[in-house]
């Protein structure tokens, strides 16, 4: 609309409107054919239907040219009154009629073409979930606990923070030995320490149940050692006990052999060396033939051909008696090993470490 619209008179005002739309629409005629809108990408149609809807709201909108035309009707004498209106009313229509092929053929199009875009591709490979799987020393632990199972063993769990009690004077430590003091064990508070072997669990296991019984114990323990490939302050052990009336040594060497055998293959050999432990007597530390290398020498075993894995011996009569058991009418054996050292050799592992570290990158190597 040119300055002076507002001198003219209204019929050539509204005249004037017309006009000026022509001119404007110009721009935008062409996208009232589909086949010229499907020539866009989606972002320029998106672009365009913005610009239109602009212009027309220029002249039908609220403030726009056809809303003012209609202030002027009303302010018209009342001979020119009806004329106007009409007129005003075909500008209207005439413009609505024009614009919405446009806004109906954009607007198809991007609903369209949004449709498309935000589709589904079924063809596409799907995002598998990351899955875990068991730590290796839990799997370890697992076998351990599948073999004892079937030879009639009940699996014992128990507290990791224990008394003095429990951690020495049950176990016929005594008290000046060097296990109590506190450059080896974590003691918490006053009278408390962190266990720090899993032999604790056979004086549970002895009140609770009594004799007979045959039970084992997999666990953490804790000693305080610096972290080395070959240390770690906390660890896992798995202990054994078995009482009940005529036990003998030779009992607790067909177990351990028979244990072994099963873990790592029926050509294995077990050998028992004379040994000292507070809590056994006699006492006796064990070794295999090594799994890799069947007893000839390799890395693994250092060339030796033995793999040393634990302790174990006949229970003390001390032990039996403070946990509640007649060691007149009762005797046990036990025995307690690591399953992270024993894990660390299965799998080659040159630090100990790695295992604790719960790194996913060295994890996921044992799925
Ligand atoms: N508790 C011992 C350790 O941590 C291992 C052990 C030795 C356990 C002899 C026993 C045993 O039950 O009888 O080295």
Same mark, same amino acid.
């Given at each position: 609309?040119?300055?002076?619209?507002?001198?003219?008179?209204?019929?050539?005002?509204?005249?004037?409107?017309?006009?000026?739309?022509?001119?404007?629409?110009?721009?935008?005629?062409?996208?009232?054919?589909?086949?010229?809108?499907?020539?866009?990408?989606?972002?320029?149609?998106?672009?365009?239907?913005?610009?239109?809807?602009?212009?027309?709201?220029?002249?039908?909108?609220?403030?726009?040219?056809?809303?003012?035309?209609?202030?002027?009707?009303?302010?018209?004498?009342?001979?020119?009154?009806?004329?106007?209106?009409?007129?005003?009313?075909?500008?209207?229509?005439?413009?609505?009629?024009?614009?919405?092929?446009?806004?109906?053929?954009?607007?198809?199009?991007?609903?369209?073409?949004?449709?498309?875009?935000? %589709?589904?591709?079924?063809?596409?490979?799907?995002?598998?979930?990351?899955?875990?799987?068991?730590?290796?020393?839990?799997?370890?632990?697992?076998?351990?606990?599948?073999?004892?199972?079937?030879?009639?063993?009940?699996?014992?769990?128990?507290?990791?923070?224990?008394?003095?009690?429990?951690?020495?004077?049950?176990?016929?430590?005594?008290?000046?030995?060097?296990?109590?003091?506190?450059?080896?064990?974590?003691?918490?508070?006053?009278?408390?320490?962190?266990?720090?072997?899993?032999?604790?669990?056979?004086?549970?296991?002895?009140?609770? %149940?009594?004799?007979?019984?045959?039970?084992?114990?997999?666990?953490?323990?804790?000693?305080?050692?610096?972290?080395?490939?070959?240390?770690?302050?906390?660890?896992?052990?798995?202990?054994?006990?078995?009482?009940?009336?005529?036990?003998?040594?030779?009992?607790?060497?067909?177990?351990?052999?028979?244990?072994?055998?099963?873990?790592?293959?029926?050509?294995?050999?077990?050998?028992?060396?004379?040994?000292?432990?507070?809590?056994?007597?006699?006492?006796?530390?064990?070794?295999?033939?090594?799994?890799?290398?069947?007893?000839?020498?390799?890395?693994?075993?250092?060339?030796?051909?033995?793999?040393?894995?634990?302790?174990?011996?006949?229970?003390?009569?001390?032990?039996?008696?403070?946990?509640?058991?007649?060691?007149?009418?009762?005797?046990?054996?036990?025995?307690?090993?690591?399953?992270?050292?024993?894990?660390?050799?299965?799998?080659?592992?040159?630090?100990?470490?790695?295992?604790?570290?719960?790194?996913?990158?060295?994890?996921?190597?044992?799925?």
């Amino acid at each position: 609309m040119t300055e002076n619209t507002s001198q003219q008179d209204p019929k050539t005002q509204v005249e004037t409107a017309r006009k000026a739309f022509e001119e404007e629409f110009e721009d935008f005629v062409r996208l009232g054919d589909y086949a010229e809108v499907l020539k866009l990408p989606l972002v320029e149609a998106l672009l365009k239907r913005k610009e239109f809807e602009e212009f027309c709201r220029r002249y039908t909108g609220k403030k726009g040219t056809i809303a003012s035309l209609k202030k002027l009707i009303g302010q018209s004498g009342p001979d020119k009154r009806a004329i106007l209106g009409s007129q005003v009313q075909q500008l209207e229509k005439w413009i609505s009629d024009r614009t919405n092929q446009v806004h109906y053929s954009l607007s198809a199009y991007i609903q369209q073409s949004q449709l498309e875009r935000d %589709r589904i591709d079924v063809t596409l490979p799907g995002r598998r979930p990351r899955r875990g799987h068991i730590h290796p020393i839990t799997r370890l632990r697992e076998r351990v606990e599948d073999i004892f199972v079937s030879l009639g063993y009940a699996i014992e769990d128990d507290r990791e923070i224990e008394t003095d009690f429990y951690n020495f004077d049950a176990l016929n430590i005594p008290a000046n030995h060097p296990a109590r003091a506190s450059q080896d064990t974590f003691y918490t508070t006053e009278g408390f320490a962190l266990r720090s072997q899993t032999s604790t669990v056979q004086i549970h296991a002895m009140q609770r %149940r009594g004799a007979p019984l045959r039970m084992i114990a997999p666990g953490r323990v804790f000693r305080r050692d610096t972290p080395d490939p070959t240390h770690n302050p906390m660890f896992f052990q798995v202990e054994g006990l078995c009482v009940d009336r005529g036990i003998t040594m030779a009992h607790l060497k067909g177990t351990v052999a028979e244990f072994l055998r099963r873990m790592f293959g029926a050509q294995t050999v077990t050998r028992f060396r004379p040994s000292y432990f507070p809590f056994t007597e006699p006492s006796a530390e064990f070794d295999f033939s090594c799994f890799k290398c069947g007893g000839r020498g390799c890395r693994i075993c250092k060339q030796s051909g033995w793999i040393e894995l634990g302790g174990s011996g006949m229970v003390h009569p001390n032990v039996l008696r403070i946990a509640g058991v007649d060691p007149e009418i009762y005797s046990g054996f036990a025995f307690g090993l690591g399953i992270d050292r024993m894990c660390a050799l299965m799998y080659g592992l040159d630090d100990i470490r790695l295992l604790f570290e719960n790194d996913v990158r060295f994890l996921e190597q044992f799925d």
